[in-house]
């Protein structure tokens, strides 16, 4: 290598020698008469890593400096060469050389021009810390240049040295690393070959980076192989590049906290387990301000993990915890306290724990901040009165199909049931969980007696809760038998009732009221024949709804819908006391909204009653007795404390001809299909076919079907549904007279009361000499006639006027009160009747006119003018009153002055008594007073 230097220096020398040495004929090619002092040596490094390109040959550095005392010749360059190389000491073998050639400017006069070159020599072997080196180190330089010939100035040994030569192979474990870099020179152990190195960077064989330092040791200490420079690990540990995120391990999401590698292997100091959906842990310490928000994960930041080339976890690991952990599924009612655990790759083990009842908390042990205290009520609280303890550990399987895997068994004793309400005494029991849900076929109380609550009376509309009379709750039993877990936590048996007494020995719907208070005290409304057969079956709904089922994890936001028909808002814990199962199913669930709901064929909570062949019913309603009749097969029923509950189905064939209601002067009712549902004792129509016929005697004489007919608890007959094309009807006493019914119920004076009974019939009724039919109540007793103003029991039937109408052809009329069919004689002479108006018609000149009109309300044949009527009067007088000084005159509907017994004779007499007047005073001074005769020509 040559350089060129400069100096800086100026010549110091006469004005005249300048003068000389300036001129080119006085220039020499004599020698410039430079020498150079002896070199001194410094070693910057004593250890090599032949991987690191900064540290990979033996650096040192070598300065002397120049000087110069001749002013003649001008200024020269000067080429100074430095040879080195290596060697071991008391040997004649370079281990390597460098050399360097630096062309030095040197002025006429200098003194002590330093000059210093930076060398490095890459053995040609590995050098060896046992084997001390030299450095051999000549200095030459050229003194008349270009022509002239080195000298050497210098000839120097600089050592003895021992120098650490690392190849940056690095065995670990049998695996060959490199080193890239140290952070820091090498230190030498005590024993032979052992060394301390602080690495900085480098690679696995599989392009795997690592780092020296935390969170792997510090140091590491090595066996240096003196002939190859590799380095064999024999303790401390490196760093790896954790994964990105996550991994799986056997379906668990599993974090892996640092990775050091050593002879041990690859290893993560801590992990973390991402827990089954739906299950999480909280501490179980005394302090009533610990949170119980569930964490969702768990994991050790000390445990360690040991992991293959792919930083899968090969062994599993385990710990104790400081503070006992509760570990809670939010399918089970019991908490698991554990202060042991082990992961074994496939299962979280906690180890012997002890448990509690925890209420099912579905929603709320998800939020933030939540303290300890009373939790809300929900169906799980008889595991409050079990005790449960684990027989064994308690396994947590990963995955939205993972869980909760323990063995719970339970002492003999008696608990209660929130929903339905009843009693369990049992000898005894055991819960096996699988993944959070429950294995039906080893989890069961193998003998327990039921005991359940029913009411059998009926409750205000406003306030289904009450329970107005005590009298009428009743308790039934089932069993001994076993009482078996259904895979979502329900209770379930199916029995025969306890030997009598038994209420259920003859299903009772509900009672008119309590023994005694009513000549029908005591009586049921609807009741069946014996259940003698194994066909009841018990549930109790439990708290364990698979996410299958449409239960989902947490943040779930109650808003999926997770089947066809449901509401979001249905998605809360009111559905797991709603929820049905259909045990010939594999205990398929039933969830409300669902189309399978709908049609009503599982078990529901309390008591459920089939249908059998033979099975009979009797129902008493409006006063009368229907039946015994045949049951149908799928007659299905079930009682809890709110009521029965179910469809009620009658076999058409089995009916009897009629019933009678509302006593013996009521009405005969046809029945042809007998078939409703019950929701708590209450009838429910929505879904029901009671249908038949009513026919309503001479004087109205016409036949009513409907489609629908409704009662209420109690068996007072209410509101039905007019057949179609069945509304339109004839008055067979009034003439015919159309009317066509809107709406049909049945009417008592009272609440639950069968007689006395009117059908109240909303109707539209043609009146001719109106143009458009009238609208009204007519309301019939069971004997045919309509109620009228005379009435204590019923309002009047009446037919409503509009204010002002056109009127029998050009008139126009204002009515006074209501209009009403009239009340025929009794019995009745001919079928003659008519309708009544009173009101006030408007004529030309003078002022309007009293009127009592009597209307036909018949269609007319074709071609006939319907706005003909009867005929009209001025109406009459009784004790000082008329139509138009009191509301309710005629209140009994004779629709004639008690002179007359035929309208027609009312409406031909010229008695100025009964004739319209026309009146006026002309001019405020010409009075007008006649009587006038209508005429329909």
Request: proline share 9%; aromatic share 8%.
């Amino acid at each position: 290598m040559i350089m060129k230097l400069s100096h800086p220096a100026f010549l110091r020398a006469t004005t005249l020698l300048a003068a000389f040495a300036s001129a080119p004929f006085l220039a020499s090619a004599a020698p410039a008469n430079v020498t150079v002092s002896a070199p001194n040596v410094n070693l910057a490094n004593t250890w090599l890593l032949d991987t690191d390109p900064a540290n990979d040959t033996v650096r040192f550095s070598v300065d002397v400096s120049l000087s110069r005392n001749q002013p003649l010749g001008g200024v020269r360059d000067i080429p100074v060469t430095f040879r080195t190389r290596l060697r071991a000491v008391g040997t004649t073998t370079s281990l390597g050389s460098a050399d360097q050639t630096v062309v030095v400017t040197v002025d006429p006069v200098v003194a002590n021009l330093p000059l210093a070159v930076n060398l490095a020599i890459d053995p040609t072997v590995i050098l060896s810390e046992d084997i001390p080196c030299e450095l051999v180190i000549s200095v030459l330089h050229n003194d008349d240049p270009p022509g002239g010939v080195p000298t050497t100035d210098h000839s120097i040994t600089h050592g003895p040295h021992s120098f650490a030569h690392f190849s940056g192979a690095l065995v670990i474990n049998g695996q060959t690393a490199t080193i890239n870099s140290f952070s820091s020179a090498p230190i030498q152990l005590p024993a032979d070959q052992a060394w301390r190195l602080r690495v900085q960077s480098g690679m696995l064989a599989d392009g795997t980076p690592f780092t020296g330092g935390a969170p792997a040791t510090a140091t590491i200490d090595v066996l240096r192989n003196d002939t190859t420079g590799a380095a064999t690990l024999t303790a401390g540990t490196l760093n790896l590049a954790p994964p990105g995120g996550p991994i799986d391990v056997n379906g668990w999401q599993v974090a892996l906290g640092p990775i050091v590698f050593g002879n041990g292997g690859r290893q993560a100091q801590g992990f973390t387990l991402r827990l089954p959906p739906g299950t999480g842990w909280r501490l179980h310490d005394t302090d009533p301000n610990t949170s119980q928000l569930l964490t969702t994960t768990f994991g050790s930041a000390t445990a360690l993990l040991l992991l293959d080339e792919s930083n899968q976890p090969i062994a599993g690991a385990s710990g104790n915890l400081t503070t006992p952990h509760e570990f809670v599924d939010e399918r089970a009612a019991v908490g698991f306290v554990a202060s042991a655990w082990q992961w074994d790759l496939f299962h979280l083990r906690l180890t012997q724990p002890a448990t509690r009842f925890l209420r099912a908390w579905y929603f709320e042990q998800w939020k933030d901040p939540q303290v300890k205290g009373e939790l809300p009520d929900s169906n799980d609280g008889f595991w409050d009165q079990l005790n449960a303890s684990t027989s064994g550990d308690l396994l947590i399987a990963p995955g939205m199909t993972g869980g909760f895997n323990a063995t719970l068994t339970f002492a003999n004793g008696v608990f209660s049931t929130h929903f339905p309400h009843g009693f369990v005494a049992h000898t005894g029991g055991s819960l096996q969980l699988v993944n959070g849900l429950p294995t039906p076929a080893a989890s069961s109380f193998p003998l327990a007696t039921v005991t359940m609550i029913t009411y059998r009376g009926c409750r205000p509309e406003d306030q289904p809760h009450v329970v107005p009379d005590p009298s009428l709750l009743e308790a039934f039993q089932v069993g001994p038998v076993p009482l078996r877990f259904t895979a979502h936590g329900s209770l379930w048996t199916e029995g025969l009732p306890v030997s009598d007494p038994n209420p259920l020995d003859t299903f009772i719907i509900t009672r008119r009221a309590a023994a005694g208070t009513d000549p029908d005290s005591g009586l049921p409304v609807h009741q069946t024949g014996s259940y003698l057969a194994n066909n009841i079956q018990l549930f109790v709904p439990g708290p364990v709804v698979a996410a299958a089922d449409g239960f989902d994890q947490s943040g779930d936001g109650n808003a999926t819908v997770d089947e066809p028909g449901e509401h979001p808002e249905e998605f809360n814990p009111a559905r797991w006391l709603l929820t049905g199962l259909r045990p010939a199913e594999g205990d398929a669930l039933e969830h409300p909204g669902t189309p399978a709901y709908l049609l009503g064929e599982g078990d529901y909570a309390g008591a459920n009653f089939r249908g059998y062949a033979g099975l009979a019913g009797i129902s008493r309603v409006g006063g009368g007795v229907l039946g015994p009749y045949q049951l149908e097969l799928c007659q299905k029923l079930y009682a809890r404390a709110s009521g029965v509950s179910g469809r009620w189905v009658a076999d058409a064939d089995s009916l009897p001809p009629s019933v009678q209601i509302g006593g013996d002067e009521g009405f005969a009712l046809q029945i042809e299909d007998w078939a409703f549902q019950l929701v708590g004792n209450e009838p429910q129509f929505e879904h029901s076919a009671v249908t038949g016929s009513l026919a309503v005697p001479h004087p109205a004489d016409f036949t009513l079907a409907f489609d629908e007919l409704e009662f209420e608890c109690c068996g007072a007959i209410d509101r039905m549904s007019v057949a179609g094309g069945d509304s339109v009807k004839q008055l067979a006493y009034w003439q015919q007279a159309r009317i066509d019914i809107q709406s049909a119920r049945f009417i008592t004076p009272a609440e639950c009361a069968t007689e006395p009974l009117a059908l109240e019939l909303g109707v539209l009724a043609r009146a001719n000499g109106f143009p458009e039919d009238l609208d009204g109540i007519l309301r019939f007793r069971g004997n045919g006639r309509m109620t009228t103003g005379t009435d204590s029991t019923f309002a009047a039937s009446v037919l409503h006027v509009p204010n002002v109408s056109p009127f029998a052809g050009d008139y126009r009329v204002t009515g006074v009160g209501h209009a009403y069919y009239n009340d025929p004689p009794n019995p009745p002479s001919e079928d003659n009747g008519w309708i009544n108006f009173a009101g006030l018609l408007v004529v030309p000149f003078f002022e309007n006119m009293e009127i009592h009109a009597l209307l036909l309300g018949t269609d007319l044949p074709g071609g006939l003018n319907p706005d003909v009527i009867l005929g009209m009067q001025g109406g009459w007088s009784a004790d000082g009153e008329t139509y138009f000084s009191n509301a309710g005159f005629d209140a009994g509907h004779r629709g004639l002055p008690p002179a007359f017994n035929a309208p027609l004779s009312y409406l031909g007499s010229q008695d100025e008594a009964y004739l319209p007047r026309a009146e006026k005073t002309w001019f405020g001074l010409i009075p007008f007073n006649f009587p006038v005769q209508y005429s329909p020509l």
